[in-house]
């Protein structure tokens, strides 16, 4: 197995290296491996509605009446949620809310407290 990246447009893992730069085989496609390597890819940045950075460990307050699926309840506008866990999925905090248990919550309805 090759040390090499594979070609970012075809995706070949048969990619060798020329007078510094990767070449693939298959499509011809040429690229710098000193470019591959600063485009890494970094840790994501939770922002929340206003665009403030969120960590773990935050209190947010929610900014938005939210209807919850399957129990009927709605968590009301203003309601605070302490020490919330960021995660990477389609909900981005995992929390929980007095009243109503464990939550799962998209970051474009909370504010930071």
Known sequence: MSALPPCPKCHSEFTYEDAGGCICPECGHEWSAQAEAAAAPTERVYRDATGAILQNGDTVTVIKDLKLKGSGG?????????HIRLVDSDHDIDCKIDGFGAMRLKTAFVRKA
């Open 74 to 82: 709605t968590i009301k506008i203003g309601t605070k949620v302490k």
